[in-house]
């Protein structure tokens, strides 16, 4: 797994998997993971994407694999977050614009930088993305503490997850084993990392970015979602042409528990803006 490192700046960790042809210059589609999550997460869309384009995973700065070498309380910032994904475009793309799909915080990313640097995209495609994080959201966040902050130093990365999963990510008759691994997974997050891009995101606003967003975009959305709820509607009005799909569920983490079906949305919007063949 490559890193990025560049002097004074955090270092950048990603995952890439390339299955094209190698005699073609396949475009690259980024997937960027959301709060508290890693690269590890979209493993289950590498079949169906890694065939018709390079896939590059990063991990955000302080999750994953991407090392906690910045100060955490001052570190997380949205100009931060969209400094480094140009390092990373650079360092994948250099010359050639992508595809980026983002889910949640990293489509709220992704909104950004299809807002100041349309030139470096070829499509937009977002995953459960509010443009702003909603109190109500904070509020279940928190499952009964004070805060979301103080819930997470309580209770430590893993079962703070695990405590939440329910409430907001994932149906009733999810399969254990998969709960438990999303929770180790996420558990491996440093609790300062999520205390920091928690405080940190509550003051994203993308609203009046997304209005300037001329790129083709994809929005799939839970239905009526019980972290994304209201949004829905103000991302379809925000975007001008979006193209929205809903999924038949509340649950937030479609991208996971729905992967096959997100993965082939996307596959085939991002094929019809570069001509790439998806038929295979």
Known sequence: MPFIRRPGKPTLNYAIDDFTDPWKNAPVIILQHGFGRSSNLWYRWVP?????FKVVRPNLRGFGDSPVDFDQSTGFSADAFLEDILAVIDEVSPGAPVH???ESIGGIVGVLLAASHPERLRTLNLISTPLAIPQHTQESFAVGYPSWEEAMRALGSEKWTAATNGSTRFPADTEQGLL????????RSHVESLVGLAIASKSFDLREHAKRISTPTLGMYPGNGRITRFHEELVRKSIPGIRMVMMPTEFHSIQFFMARQCAKQVLYFASQFDGTPCDE
Do not use: F, I, K, T
């Not at 169906?48 to 018709?52: A, E, I």
């Not at 438990?180 to 558990?187: K, L, R």
């Open 100 to 102: 980026y799909c983002g």
């Open 48 to 52: 169906y994407l890694s065939r018709h």
């Open 180 to 187: 438990d691994w999303y929770s180790a997974d996420m558990g």
